[in-house]
């Protein structure tokens, strides 16, 4: 069974510019969750969809957001990038909303 | 803010068994204890949980002290490939939510 996908896996934006990170949760996976890792803050939450619904979002600007579409499939948008959103940003899915939650490999994201 | 409480650096003899220890003190009744590994640059990786019984897998052992504040992820024999950061979370499940809230984790490192 493949695990969750994630495109593109590294990428190389211009400050200002936006960018759109796509994510295909395991198969038959409703949820999905999206989080940015970055070595001054680690681990954090973004947000998380259910059902094409954003269910919860974490303490990141509006320049942040995302959509899940109607296969489960999920994207998330950053605007107006800033050197500092050069992270690791990982998409997590699970079979329901609760369970267990499993990763993809992450988009390596850099601002210069 | 993160709910438990890991050492920030481990060692461990290849071939031995790494037992990691985690603190979760204020956990509630309905709070399960995780575990997740990351590797250098991949995506976190599920490696067991429990609520309040031992639990084992083909990965590890979990170990949950009888007043479910403190927990121990063992792996019976640990290799190089094992070296990783490790994530004890405490997260409510089946509530329809899929934050995880990250520490700083547990650096284990292996050695030959």
């Known amino acids: 069974k493949a695990g969750v996908t994630q495109t593109p896996r590294y990428l190389i934006k211009t400050r200002g510019q936006q960018v759109t990170l796509s994510c295909s949760p395991i198969s038959g996976h409703r949820s999905v969750s999206w989080y940015q890792q970055t070595p001054g803050q680690g681990l954090q939450f973004l947000f998380e969809y259910f059902s094409e619904t954003q269910r919860n979002k974490g303490n990141f600007p509006g320049r942040f957001s995302g959509r899940q579409f109607s296969n489960s499939r999920s994207e998330m948008n950053v605007s107006t990038l800033e050197l500092g959103d050069s992270a690791l940003y990982l998409c997590?899915?699970?079979?329901?909303?609760?369970?267990?939650?499993?990763f993809g490999e992450g988009s390596w994201l850099t601002v210069v | 803010d993160a709910k438990t409480t890991q050492p920030p650096s481990m060692d461990c003899a290849e071939g031995r068994a790494a037992n990691l220890p985690c603190n979760h003190s204020t956990i509630s009744g309905n709070e399960y204890v995780y575990w997740y590994r990351q590797i250098h640059s991949q995506g976190p990786q599920y490696i067991i949980h429990?609520?309040?019984n031992n639990e084992t897998n083909e990965m590890a052992s979990l170990i949950i002290t009888e007043d479910r504040k403190s927990s121990t992820l063992i792996l019976p024999h640990a290799t190089l490939r094992d070296t990783a950061v490790y994530y004890c979370?405490?997260?409510?499940?089946?509530?329809?939510?899929?934050?995880?809230?990250f520490g700083t984790g547990t650096r284990l490192l292996v050695s030959p």
């Open positions: 997590a899915s699970s079979l329901e909303a609760g369970n267990t939650i499993y």
């Open positions: 979370i405490v997260r409510v499940r089946d509530t329809g939510f899929q934050k995880l809230v």
């Open positions: 429990g609520l309040k």
